[in-house]
């Protein structure tokens, strides 16, 4: 987990140091996550980019 609000998902490959990288991240308990539970409008994914950096 990255934060409360963000979830890091990595990739099934082998990058080098990656999950070494993550592992003192808090692991999210459960089955299966999948983006159609929660569906995001287009102001409220400018918003999370705006808020993490990512826009101006």
Same mark, same amino acid.
């Given at each position: 987990? %990255?934060?409360?609000? &963000?979830?890091?998902?990595?990739?099934?490959? $082998? =990058?080098?140091?990656?999950?070494?990288? &993550? !592992?003192?991240? !808090?692991?999210? #308990?459960?089955? $299966?996550?999948?983006?159609?539970?929660? *569906?995001?409008?287009?102001? $409220? =994914?400018?918003?999370? *980019? $705006? #808020?993490?950096? %990512?826009? *101006?």
């Amino acid at each position: 987990m %990255f934060d409360e609000d &963000y979830l890091v998902i990595l990739p099934t490959v $082998e =990058i080098p140091g990656l999950k070494e990288w &993550y !592992a003192s991240c !808090a692991k999210v #308990k459960g089955d $299966e996550y999948s983006s159609a539970h929660s *569906l995001m409008n287009k102001d $409220e =994914i400018r918003a999370m *980019l $705006e #808020k993490g950096g %990512f826009l *101006l």
